[in-house]
């Protein structure tokens, strides 16, 4: 919400006049001292004058960022009263008491709910329609007497006796694993830290968990039997390849653990009797470079997505007997022009999250029949998921819609029937009205006659005369997509006519793995050309003003900003690729 006021209140912001200015002069911003600094990698010499703003513990590096700070509030202090009315709006627009679509497992329905006055969810379960409200985890007792509470893993034993769940209460992503009793309301005495991934065996008192080393890296998976020492608990493996993580889950069909070692471009996956964790993991295939595989089991069969025959993956079985490769039967070949995202195996239905032309797809495939459909959505521009669906008998397919204009939306498929059911639509008040809206997909080329894709939405009425102010966001790394989804805080930006663009540049997977690969290693300046060009397209389309625009990027959308504020530093003067060099 912070970044929206403070985006809102310096494109829409009243200006001071000569008067105020004179009254309330602007600071100077502090400047970093430079010191020297040399690293030697691979016969290169990197330099590097502003290192010494690492070494956090250091004075002069607190100093220096609370100077950083008071600059930043003694520039925004013009525009409080208007942070403050943007803040009231933003906050008009959120229902604080609501609950999430109930989801069943095991007997349960399983939801979450939020309340008017908590800063966190409770998450909670129902025995059946009309049964009294048990609380599993409420977030807001974890985060009593703590600076910060985030939830991480979250699992229930099969039997629905024991929830597994991981706490961060540092806001450095360092997770603590805790077992709740729910049959007593007790937390067990046995705790892990620095967890990441966990799953229940089928015995319902063993729990297999990853761990991080001190890079961050999820290395090592153990095993933990209920009502033991922590400190004895058996490591099962290390991965000691440092590009390579580690992570465990289950098989929905509830056959098998699955342990995968991946790298970002390169898998191997081991899996356990989910019914025996005493017993040996297995390997289903050795790793090989550059390739990836992930598995899901069903009868006597694993279901594999791999890009073995192409960068945008297929889907192949092998039988669980012997799923050597030699062995893998491709039953969705590979498509060059369509990405498959991800996979969900059910009794008698394999469902494919895949990606075509820029947007996600749901595929349904009748195993019985070997019918595919599509579910069909009813914008040009959205963004639909596959949501939690842990029953493997289940004919019925949860998955949540939105779009820049719909707000998240969850819906049950019906997956013999062919018909999608409206379960419930997230509530926006405060006077939102989808219909006040305009969403556009555009294509911007970029420097070397590529088309990047653009979402740019905008309220009815803003003039496309060159005048409007406009906001730009991207990412375009690790081949992630630029979902559309729906953010009612940006309505305080849309309803002041500022224009929104969401930028799916090369180096994001919208368009793929081919797209991804196009923006990486040493392709990485596509992406930052591919912003830049999209807000030069904006700009000459009139969509917006040239000297009116801001730009975001989040984690390592920080990099993008990065260079293309030193490629393009004066855009309000140069938003033409003509006059600019691009080397």
Same mark, same amino acid.
């Given at each position: 919400?912070?970044?929206?006021?403070?985006?809102?209140?310096?494109?829409?912001?009243?200006?001071?006049?000569?008067?105020?200015?004179?009254?309330?002069?602007?600071?100077?911003?502090?400047?970093?001292?430079?010191?020297?600094?040399?690293?030697?990698?691979?016969?290169?010499?990197?330099?590097?004058?502003?290192?010494?703003?690492?070494?956090?513990?250091?004075?002069?590096?607190?100093?220096?960022?609370?100077?950083?700070?008071?600059?930043?509030?003694?520039?925004?202090?013009?525009?409080?009263?208007?942070?403050?009315?943007?803040?009231?709006?933003?906050?008009?627009?959120?229902?604080?008491?609501?609950?999430?679509?109930?989801?069943?497992?095991?007997?349960?329905?399983?939801?979450?709910?939020?309340?008017?006055?908590?800063?966190?969810?409770?998450?909670?379960? +129902?025995?059946? $329609?009309?049964? /009294?409200? @048990? *609380?599993?985890? !409420?977030? &807001?007792?974890? #985060?009593?007497?703590? +600076?910060?509470? $985030?939830?991480? /893993?979250? @699992? *229930?034993?099969? !039997?629905? &006796?024991?929830? #597994?769940?991981?706490?961060?209460?540092?806001?450095?992503?360092?997770?603590?694993?805790?077992?709740?009793?729910?049959?007593?309301?007790?937390?067990?005495?046995?705790?892990?830290?620095?967890?990441?991934?966990?799953?229940?065996?089928?015995?319902?008192?063993?729990?297999?968990?990853?761990?991080?080393?001190?890079?961050?890296?999820?290395?090592?998976?153990?095993?933990?039997?209920?009502?033991?020492?922590?400190?004895?608990?058996?490591?099962?493996?290390?991965?000691?390849?440092?590009?390579?993580?580690?992570?465990?889950?289950?098989?929905?069909?509830?056959?098998?653990?699955?342990?995968?070692?991946?790298?970002?471009?390169?898998?191997?996956?081991?899996?356990?009797?989910?019914?025996?964790?005493?017993?040996?993991?297995?390997?289903?295939?050795?790793?090989?470079?550059?390739?990836?595989?992930?598995?899901?089991?069903?009868?006597?069969?694993?279901?594999?997505?791999?890009?073995?025959?192409?960068?945008?993956?297929?889907?192949?079985?092998?039988?669980?007997?012997?799923?050597?490769?030699?062995?893998?039967?491709?039953?969705?070949?590979?498509?060059?022009?369509?990405?498959?995202?991800?996979?969900?195996?059910?009794?008698?239905?394999?469902?494919?999250?895949?990606?075509?032309?820029?947007?996600?797809?749901?595929?349904?495939?009748?195993?019985?029949?070997?019918?595919?459909?599509?579910?069909?959505?009813?914008?040009?521009?959205?963004?639909?998921?596959?949501?939690?669906?842990?029953?493997?008998?289940?004919?019925?397919?949860?998955?949540?819609?939105?779009?820049?204009?719909?707000?998240?939306?969850?819906?049950?498929?019906?997956?013999?029937?062919?018909?999608?059911?409206?379960?419930?639509?997230?509530?926006?008040?405060?006077?939102?009205?989808?219909?006040?809206?305009?969403?556009?997909?555009?294509?911007?080329?970029?420097?070397?006659?590529?088309?990047?894709?653009?979402?740019?939405?905008?309220?009815?009425?803003?003039?496309?005369?060159?005048?409007?102010?406009?906001?730009?966001?991207?990412?375009?790394?690790?081949?992630?997509?630029?979902?559309?989804?729906?953010?009612?805080?940006?309505?305080?930006?849309?309803?002041?006519?500022?224009?929104?663009?969401?930028?799916?540049?090369?180096?994001?997977?919208?368009?793929?793995?081919?797209?991804?690969?196009?923006?990486?290693?040493?392709?990485?300046?596509?992406?930052?050309?591919?912003?830049?060009?999209?807000?030069?397209?904006?700009?000459?389309?009139?969509?917006?003003?040239?000297?009116?625009?801001?730009?975001?990027?989040?984690?390592?959308?920080?990099?993008?900003?990065?260079?293309?504020?030193?490629?393009?530093?004066?855009?309000?003067?140069?938003?033409?690729?003509?006059?600019?060099?691009?080397?």
């Amino acid at each position: 919400m912070l970044k929206y006021l403070v985006i809102a209140a310096m494109m829409i912001g009243s200006t001071p006049s000569p008067a105020e200015e004179a009254k309330t002069p602007t600071p100077k911003p502090p400047v970093a001292k430079k010191v020297p600094k040399e690293t030697r990698i691979n016969g290169d010499v990197l330099k590097d004058d502003y290192f010494w703003l690492r070494e956090k513990s250091k004075p002069e590096v607190r100093e220096y960022i609370e100077a950083e700070n008071a600059y930043t509030d003694a520039v925004m202090a013009p525009t409080k009263p208007l942070q403050a009315k943007l803040y009231k709006e933003l906050l008009s627009h959120v229902k604080e008491t609501d609950e999430s679509v109930p989801n069943p497992e095991g007997g349960w329905m399983y939801y979450s709910r939020v309340v008017e006055g908590k800063q966190y969810p409770i998450l909670a379960r +129902k025995h059946g $329609a009309g049964a /009294a409200e @048990q *609380i599993t985890v !409420d977030v &807001n007792e974890l #985060a009593s007497g703590e +600076k910060f509470m $985030a939830l991480g /893993a979250y @699992q *229930i034993s099969d !039997d629905g &006796n024991f929830a #597994a769940y991981s706490t961060d209460n540092t806001g450095f992503r360092q997770y603590r694993l805790n077992i709740k009793d729910l049959r007593t309301g007790a937390v067990l005495p046995e705790h892990v830290e620095k967890t990441n991934s966990i799953a229940w065996a089928n015995d319902n008192k063993t729990i297999f968990y990853v761990v991080e080393d001190s890079a961050k890296r999820p290395y090592r998976l153990y095993k933990h039997l209920l009502g033991t020492d922590t400190a004895k608990d058996e490591l099962i493996y290390e991965e000691k390849d440092e590009s390579y993580n580690v992570d465990v889950y289950k098989a929905r069909d509830k056959q098998f653990l699955f342990m995968v070692l991946g790298s970002h471009t390169t898998s191997e996956t081991r899996f356990l009797d989910a019914n025996t964790p005493t017993g040996a993991w297995k390997t289903i295939a050795p790793r090989i470079h550059e390739q990836e595989y992930y598995v899901d089991s069903r009868g006597d069969r694993f279901y594999i997505r791999t890009n073995k025959d192409g960068r945008n993956f297929s889907i192949a079985t092998a039988p669980v007997a012997d799923p050597g490769r030699e062995n893998w039967k491709t039953i969705v070949p590979y498509r060059p022009a369509v990405m498959i995202d991800d996979f969900d195996v059910f009794s008698n239905f394999l469902v494919l999250t895949e990606r075509e032309n820029g947007l996600p797809e749901i595929s349904v495939t009748d195993l019985r029949t070997s019918k595919s459909d599509r579910v069909r959505f009813p914008e040009a521009v959205y963004v639909a998921a596959v949501g939690p669906n842990k029953e493997f008998n289940a004919t019925s397919l949860r998955y949540i819609y939105q779009s820049p204009i719909t707000p998240p939306s969850t819906f049950d498929y019906d997956m013999e029937k062919k018909q999608s059911t409206l379960l419930k639509e997230n509530q926006v008040p405060g006077g939102f009205d989808r219909n006040n809206y305009v969403v556009e997909r555009l294509w911007a080329p970029s420097y070397d006659g590529v088309k990047v894709p653009v979402t740019v939405f905008y309220r009815k009425g803003v003039k496309k005369d060159g005048t409007a102010p406009l906001y730009q966001y991207a990412y375009g790394s690790y081949g992630i997509p630029l979902n559309v989804t729906f953010s009612s805080n940006r309505l305080a930006l849309l309803d002041r006519g500022v224009v929104i663009a969401l930028a799916h540049i090369r180096g994001g997977g919208d368009l793929g793995k081919p797209w991804h690969d196009a923006g990486r290693m040493l392709n990485k300046m596509n992406t930052f050309k591919d912003f830049i060009a999209a807000a030069d397209f904006l700009v000459q389309n009139k969509y917006a003003a040239k000297d009116r625009i801001a730009i975001e990027g989040g984690s390592a959308g920080g990099l993008l900003m990065g260079a293309v504020t030193n490629m393009r530093p004066i855009c309000g003067r140069q938003c033409s690729p003509k006059s600019h060099s691009w080397t």
